[in-house]
């Protein structure tokens, strides 16, 4: 994936790669804290369809981190995306993971990788280098969430937060301002569905963004840690409590409110719908921009979209500034061979990366900004501020699922969006694959 827009796709659905039942298991052998040698090289590992990182650590190679590529020279090799977490997995088993890699597709590969020593916790050494506080609050809370940890183990080369973005002459149109709470929104769309405006552009096809609505639901009713409490068998998704999420979104789909034949609807559709002023709102995360600033795609113009975060629910446990957020593909740091080499590159990356690839590839980091440019779409700037505001962030509905959870989950999506399947039966069939694993 040569640019950024086009790796968009990839974070619809997050990497989850197959391990085989023969996979060599993970060892702790040999992690040690490392010395100061490298042999002369700086070696990372990606993903053969991304190639915003390397080109990005390149052009770091070539002017900030100038004296790092001369100490310790950036060495690049990739493997293909659908082999990823295999690889991975055989370099760990040899205790040979490269100096910097993108993490493991699937959370919980990245957990062992944490649990035998192998990667280095980054919290510790940022505030050695004294550049802790060049990794943003909602980007730092992400990752820490998604492994299920205290402390810091990947770096976020890309953050994308997630939200309503809305069609801001419809709403006027019909005097509607961006909704705040959940009521506000249902009371909206029933406004729009009145005088023939479609309301929600959805890709019900694929389920995943109707999915990401019963998440965020959760999270602002039950609080940030709720399908935490899931994953850790505290809770079921079959708890009245979770199941009236599910059919809250599910009266939507009753309703009509996402359009006819919506389970047909794919997402290249759905965001064509949005972009030619045939709805009123779209769920979507930021990488969206890429398509809201492209006027060959966007006949609204890129001045008529705005963002809400995703409302409040009234007596709910959650903060409206807990913004839903992914970190695309993070990069980890293997503990052996980390030395003084490793360190300053480190060091310079997390100081560079986000002016560089926001400059180079209009990608958003959970990196801190130096010199933001002052010519951004007002829709990148938004996000930039959302981005800076939130004190942390929660993550999407499927994050901590199994993978067969993960399917069941977004297969069945498109049922809530048409009305056809009822929140409890949803759920009842999201639980169900969870539990078998």
């Known amino acids: 994936m040569t640019t950024a827009p086009k790796s968009r796709l990839r974070r619809i659905a997050p990497l989850v790669a197959i391990v085989g ?10 992690s040690g804290s490392g010395g100061s040698a490298s042999n002369g090289q700086f070696t990372y590992l990606g993903q053969t369809e991304n190639t915003t990182i390397i080109g990005t650590l390149k052009d770091l190679a070539k002017n900030q981190c100038a004296p790092e590529e001369k100490a310790a020279k950036l060495t690049a090799d990739s493997v293909a995306g659908t082999q990823w977490d295999q690889k991975l997995q055989l370099l760990a088993g040899q205790d040979a993971l490269s100096n ?20 280095v916790d980054l919290s510790a050494e940022l505030d050695k ?24 183990y990947s770096l976020p080369t890309e953050l994308n937060i997630e939200g309503f973005w809305y069609n801001k002459k419809l709403l006027a149109d019909n005097g509607i301002d961006a909704p705040a709470t959940w009521d506000d929104l249902v009371a909206a769309a029933g406004t729009l569905q009145d005088a023939g405006v479609q309301p929600f552009a959805a890709d019900g ?63 290249n559709a759905a965001m064509n719908e949005f972009l030619t002023g045939k709805a009123a709102f779209f769920y979507m995360g930021s990488w969206a921009l890429a398509n809201f600033n492209d006027a060959t795609q966007n006949t609204i113009g890129a001045d008529n ?60 980091s959970g990196f801190a900004l130096d010199n933001p440019p002052t010519d951004l779409p007002e829709t990148t700037q938004t996000v ?33 969006a048409n009305g056809t399947l009822s929140g409890a039966d949803f759920m009842k069939l999201v639980q169900a694959a969870n539990d078998e694993g």
Not at 129 to 152: F, N
């Open 100 to 119: 910097m890699s993108m993490s493991a597709g699937t959370p919980s590969l990245m957990k062992q990788f944490i649990d035998a020593g192998q990667v």
């Open 129 to 152: 280098l004294g550049v802790a506080d060049k990794i943003l609050p909602a980007a730092e809370s992400t990752i820490k969430a998604l492994y299920g940890e205290d402390k810091l």
């Open 305 to 364: 979209i705005g963002y809400a975060p995703f409302p409040a629910v009234e007596g709910g446990a959650g903060a409206i500034d807990q913004v839903p957020a992914n970190v695309g593909i993070p990069v980890m740091f293997a503990k052996k061979g980390f030395g003084d080499d490793q360190a300053a590159w480190l060091k310079c990356i997390v100081s560079n990366y986000g002016d560089t690839v926001l400059k180079d590839s209009g990608v958003v």
């Open 205 to 267: 096809k694929d389920g995943w963004p109707i999915t990401r609505l019963v998440g965020d639901y959760i999270a602002r009713d039950l609080g940030p840690d709720a399908l935490k409490d899931v994953a850790d068998g505290k809770a079921k998704l079959t708890d009245d409590e979770y199941v009236k999420a599910a059919d809250e979104v599910a009266k939507l789909g009753k309703a009509g409110y996402f359009g006819d034949a919506v389970g047909s609807v794919d997402y």
């Open 384 to 416: 930039q501020q959302v981005i800076k505001d939130a004190p942390s962030s929660i993550l999407w509905f499927e994050a901590l699922f199994t993978s067969k959870g993960t399917s069941v989950s977004q297969t069945n999506g498109g049922g809530l």
């Open 21 to 30: 039942a023969g996979a060599l298991m993970l060892t702790a052998c040999g």
